[in-house]
Every structure is written in structure tokens, then in C-alpha cells.
């Protein structure tokens, strides 16, 4: 039996780690895919106290090999489930049981879908949900963006300097990103926005071809798109644990800045809890809120 | 075998006339998933003698990543007898890898 087990191996699940190692526990991390979270697809952090500059990939390795230098254990395994035994909680991977007296959930969040059919297929076919990952694929050729917060706007004046017209597509006249990135958008030429719309259907044969949009007023358009960037929000990786904590009407799970949740011994760290500001500071900074206070749990068992 | 690279000059020799089955890796320097990705690959390399396994990298070889429809990296694209038999975009565990090869 571990004292902690640490669910996800992101900047909030690795702090954790390295936290819980300092204060003596033993220490086990489950990771589904690969450590790092979504930080590896940032090219540059430059808002995280000391590293000016520093790849999301690099920040990520350094932090994974530092919680691997301190002893904790790592296993690829995709946690799907928590049993609350009281002083001891089982977490049930695809392929074994893990116990422990903690446990601490990292799962961070994933991009939300379209939900249009055939999206999955397409992905990396002109679905894309990362613009400056993919944006450059798209030199000289028409895309299109879908979302009204921050992110799509963003990706929009991105791919505006790289495609030869970008469509922003937003089911609302207005939109909840910034006004000075709209105003930005406005002036640019190769931009073009299509608003109370949504995008209805993908058209592709191996790849994508052109979107058809549904308008509020039942109009529907086609438009000829190579790439199709989806920017509209992230849902948290909370799925499997709905059962054993509150989650809130989002899936987010309920605490507050200690990182307690309300079963007994299971904490939250990260971009999966109800907080305001997910960055990659906060989510750090959660993992030595939950190990401390699962420290002080598992000290008084 | 180690990983080769590759480049539109030895494409065909290296990819398309290959007697083995290949694993091309399309990939960027300034891609963290393809970083992720690269011990993986390298592995594969080491292990499987029935496999060649090779990295294109799409920043110098745009011709290529455009050629065999690559808008998303990591990106890898097996080849069996010159043709495309299956691909998988971003990254994947080694047993998902191997998924692609019919392992």
C-alpha cells in the first residue's frame, strides 16, 4: 500500500510528487498517456516565475525527472475508478488495483469536441484542436476557427498571419474573448467572421474539404476550409469520479484553495477543480496545497 | 537498427522500396509531443530488426509532409510495399505504435 496515490502526472500531479517524496511518503503516479499534461503543447512559457523561456516539453521533462530523482513511482496506466474503503482508497486502473491511504485526483482537462460526426476521423486531417501546434500546415490555404472566448480569438489572429483567409465561427454576435483581440481580428483583411452560426457538417473524402454552417435564421452555407480549428473550451478529466466526490454542474470537482474534497482522504489538484485562473502556476501550486493537506490526513489516521 | 533520417532525396529508396515494413516518424523540432514520442520511436527501432524505422522532419522537408497529407504532428504513417497501410496522429503509448505495424 502507497501512502498517496497521485492521479495524472501533469504540473499539478508531478508537484504533488515532488512534495509528497519531500515529506518521506511513498509515492505512486498514474499517467494515461504521457507525463506532462497539455503544457507539452506550448512552444514557449514565459509566465512562470524564473524561466523566462522554457518549451512546454522541457518543463515538463524537468519537473518528471525531478519527481523521479526523489523516488516516486510511475505507472502508464489509465485510472478508471475510486473506491472509498474509508482509511484506505483502491484506485482501479484499465489493468490493476492500487491501494493506498490518499489519494490525490490531477487529471486536468481535455479539449472539448464538436461533436459533429466524423470529427474524431478527421482529426489530424484538417480537425485540429492546437493552433500553434498545427497552424503551420495551413501556410497559404483557407481555415476556419470555432469558438467565442479567448482561445479562438487568439488562434484566429495566429492563423490569420500564416492562412491565406481565416473564417471565425461563433454561434452568438458577440463574443466573451477580449474586445481589443476582435478589434485586431476586424482589421485584418483575410478574416472573416460568421456569426449565430454553427458548424453543422464536416465534408472530407480523405481529408477535410469545406464545413457546411447552420445560421440561427435556418440558412445554411458551405465553406471551402482545409483546416477546421476547434477552440471551444475544455471539459475536465473528472468522467470516473463523479461517484466518490462532488462535482460541480461543469464536471469540475468541488474545493476550495485547500484542495479538499468532500470524501474523506481523496484531494483535487489542478485544472480539474473549481477555480478561476487555470494556469500553469496554479496548477503547480495546488499540488503542494493537496499533498499538504493529505499529509496532515494520512498523520492523523 | 537505428532510426534513419529521411528526406525527399532517399524517400523512395529508403520508404517506398523498403523490403521491411517502415514506421515514418513526421515530426519538428519544436513539437513537445513529437520529443515525447522520439525515445518511443527509438525503441522500436532497437528492438524490431523486421522493422525499419525512420524520422522526417517536416520542417525541412515540407514537400514531403505535404506530399502524404501530414497537417498534424507526431505523425506517424506506416508503409508496407510502397503504400500507406495505416497512420496515427499525436502522441501514442508503444503498444499503439505497434498497433499500426499489426502488432
Redesign the interface.
Known amino acids: 500500500m502507497y501512502d498517496i496515490i497521485i492521479i495524472g502526472a501533469g504540473p499539478a500531479g508531478l508537484t504533488s510528487a515532488i512534495y509528497a517524496k519531500r515529506a518521506s511518503k511513498s509515492v505512486l503516479v498514474l499517467e494515461a498517456?504521457?507525463?506532462?499534461g497539455q503544457?507539452?503543447?506550448?512552444?514557449d512559457i514565459e509566465n512562470y516565475p524564473v524561466a523566462a523561456h522554457i518549451?512546454?516539453?522541457e518543463f515538463?521533462?524537468k519537473v518528471y525527472e525531478q519527481a523521479q530523482a526523489l523516488g516516486a513511482e510511475f505507472v502508464?496506466e489509465k485510472a478508471v475508478d475510486i473506491r472509498d474503503l474509508g482509511d484506505i482508497k483502491e484506485v482501479v486502473t484499465e489493468s490493476n488495483v492500487y491501494q493506498a491511504k490518499a489519494v490525490i485526483i490531477a487529471t486536468g482537462s481535455e479539449n472539448r469536441k464538436l461533436g459533429v460526426e466524423r470529427e474524431d476521423e478527421l482529426?489530424?486531417?484538417?480537425i485540429?484542436y492546437c493552433a500553434t501546434?498545427?497552424g503551420a500546415?495551413?501556410r497559404k490555404k483557407s481555415v476556419a476557427v470555432v469558438g467565442g472566448g479567448n482561445t479562438a480569438l487568439e488562434d484566429a489572429l495566429y492563423l490569420a498571419d500564416i492562412a491565406e483567409k481565416v473564417y471565425i465561427i461563433h454561434r452568438r454576435d458577440e463574443f466573451r474573448g477580449e474586445d481589443a483581440t476582435v478589434k485586431s481580428l476586424k482589421e485584418r483583411e483575410n478574416v472573416e467572421f460568421v456569426l449565430n452560426s454553427q458548424v453543422v457538417k464536416l465534408n472530407a473524402d480523405?481529408?477535410l474539404e469545406s464545413i457546411e454552417v447552420l445560421n440561427k435564421d435556418g440558412s445554411t452555407r458551405v465553406i471551402e476550409v482545409?483546416?477546421l480549428f476547434v477552440a471551444v473550451g475544455r471539459i475536465p478529466e473528472n468522467q470516473n469520479f463523479g461517484k466518490v466526490v462532488n462535482l460541480d454542474q461543469s464536471g469540475y470537482i468541488v474545493a476550495g484553495e485547500d484542495c479538499t474534497t468532500n470524501a474523506k482522504g481523496i484531494f483535487v489538484a489542478g485544472d480539474n477543480r473549481v477555480k478561476n485562473v487555470r494556469q500553469l502556476v496554479t496548477a503547480t501550486a495546488d499540488g503542494a496545497v493537496a499533498v499538504s493537506e493529505a499529509v496532515k490526513y494520512i498523520n492523523n489516521l | 537498427m537505428a532510426v534513419i533520417d529521411v528526406n525527399e532525396k532517399n524517400f523512395e529508396q529508403e520508404v517506398l522500396k523498403s523490403d521491411k515494413v517502415v514506421l515514418a516518424d513526421f515530426n519538428a523540432d519544436?513539437?513537445?509531443?513529437c520529443?515525447?514520442l522520439k525515445p518511443i520511436v527509438h525503441e522500436i527501432a532497437d528492438e524490431r530488426a523486421d522493422v525499419k524505422v525512420v524520422s522526417i522532419n517536416?520542417d525541412d522537408e515540407e514537400d514531403l509532409?505535404e506530399k502524404y497529407?501530414?497537417?498534424?504532428?507526431p505523425?506517424v504513417v506506416a508503409f508496407k510495399n510502397g503504400e500507406e497501410v495505416a497512420?496515427s496522429?499525436?502522441?501514442k503509448?508503444k503498444a499503439e505504435l505497434l498497433k499500426l505495424i499489426g502488432d
Open positions: 498517456k504521457a507525463y506532462g503544457i507539452i503543447n506550448t512552444p518549451s512546454g516539453f515538463a521533462t502508464f482529426v489530424g486531417r484538417g485540429s501546434c498545427d500546415f495551413y480523405k481529408r482545409k483546416g | 519544436w513539437c513537445g509531443p520529443q515525447m517536416i509532409a497529407e501530414v497537417f498534424s504532428i505523425c497512420r496522429v499525436g502522441f503509448p
